[in-house]
């Protein structure tokens, strides 16, 4: 990456790589994204290319399957922004193929490709003027119910770890690594055809939102969302710092 991802053409000219790009809010994101003047990777399972539009096709496709994310590393070498929207909703299903599957999918997938682009930009060497960023979809079901107890859960388990991430940034006064949570409300796709936005409004949302703030980017029409949600995450992060001055200050026992 060349600019600042802080000057005033945000997105142009940036390389970015987007998850779930074959679904509603993939497609949506990525045709906002090219309108900015940025390259588009859309990473998908299907080898079918689902978009009707050609603005919401990506530049380039590259597939991918959750276990082997390893294997995108040198895909995702040269890329400035990750997006990580795949997501999978067994709604009222709790049996243990169900819980394994959405545990993989929604939490332990996002989490693996979070530490190889964090691996990528501490190797890279970047600075603050020259920095990656993974922007990751927790949605607000991480702090609400979502009529899908196994979703919530799996969310809240990726929510709960990207905020021990953003914590340890902080403590580090790292740069060279940046984290946007992404707190959505309901909108319409296939893991939700009853959402009362569409994904078009919400891609649109998080790009604006995306280019002022620092790291949760919350698109709702619940007014709860946008109080609670803060205060969580204060709470989490003062948490996780507290606890590790304590064992900072501990004498090992000889």
Not at 91 to 98: D, L, R
Not at 121 to 127: E, I
Not at 237 to 254: D, E, M, Q
Request: with cysteine.
């Amino acid at each position: 990456m060349k600019k600042s991802l802080s000057d005033k053409s945000r997105f142009k000219g940036l390389k970015i790589a987007i998850t779930g790009a074959n679904g509603s809010l993939g497609k949506s994101l990525i045709e906002v994204l090219k309108k900015e003047g940025a390259y588009l990777i859309g990473l998908t399972h299907d080898k079918k290319n689902n978009s009707n539009s050609e603005g919401s096709k990506p530049d380039e496709w590259i597939l991918w399957s959750c276990g082997k994310e390893r294997l995108l590393s040198s895909s995702l070498a040269n890329v400035d922004i990750l997006i990580l929207n795949h997501g999978f909703n067994p709604k009222g299903m709790i049996e243990s193929n169900e819980i394994n599957k959405a545990l993989e999918i929604n939490s332990l997938s996002h989490l693996r490709l979070i530490e190889i682009f964090e691996d990528l930009a501490l190797s890279n060497n970047l600075n603050k003027y020259n920095s990656k960023e993974v922007w990751v979809n927790t949605s607000e079901a991480e702090i609400q119910i979502a009529f899908s107890p196994v979703y919530e859960i799996t969310k809240r388990l990726i929510g709960e770890l990207i905020s021990l991430k953003k914590s340890k940034l902080l403590m580090e006064k790292r740069n060279s690594f940046i984290i946007k949570k992404l707190i959505l409300g309901p909108f319409k796709s296939k893991l939700n055809p009853q959402g009362i936005m569409s994904p078009e409004f919400v891609a649109k949302k998080i790009v604006q939102k995306a280019k002022k703030e620092d790291y949760l980017v919350i698109v709702s029409p619940n007014p709860i969302t946008h109080l609670i949600m803060p205060f969580v995450e204060l709470i989490r992060i003062f948490y996780s710092r507290f606890i590790n001055k304590i064992y900072s200050n501990t004498t090992p026992l000889k």
